[in-house]
């Protein structure tokens, strides 16, 4: 079993930054794909990046080039660090993770955190 407590979330003005982190219990962290996902409400959840255990990125194309997806397995957290925010970048965010390869859809990933808040202003 694996337990995710996100942090990091807030207001913030369109173009600035925020840092989300996620710490993750158990001790096979390294082994698992870690992801972030973002939800508006009534909407479907939607991948923003994913970093799989040989250290491949991958994002969507709405953030790319702003967002950076890190992990620091001594500490087992997963970060998402957050440029040039823009008001449709406001989303509950969410990690995730999988034992294995990384996907983009949220049914693939068995662990899921609570999620916290991302709000940006115009």
């Known amino acids: 079993q694996v337990q995710l407590v996100e942090s990091g979330g807030g207001s913030v003005q369109a173009g600035g930054s925020l840092r989300l982190s996620c710490v993750a219990s158990g001790n096979r962290y390294s082994s698992y794909c870690m992801a972030w996902f973002r939800q508006a409400p009534r909407k479907e959840r939607e991948r923003v990046a994913t970093?799989?255990?040989?250290?491949?990125?991958s994002y969507a194309d709405s953030v790319k080039g702003r967002f950076t997806i890190s992990r620091d397995n001594a500490k087992n957290t997963l970060y998402l660090q957050m440029n040039s925010l823009k008001p449709e970048d406001a989303d509950m965010y969410y990690c995730?993770?999988?034992?294995?390869?990384?996907?983009?859809?949220?049914?693939?990933?068995?662990?899921w955190g609570q999620g916290t808040q991302v709000t940006v202003s115009s």
């Open positions: 970093l799989a255990p040989t250290g491949s990125t």
């Open positions: 995730a993770a999988r034992d294995g390869d990384c996907y983009s859809s949220e049914r693939f990933y068995n662990y």
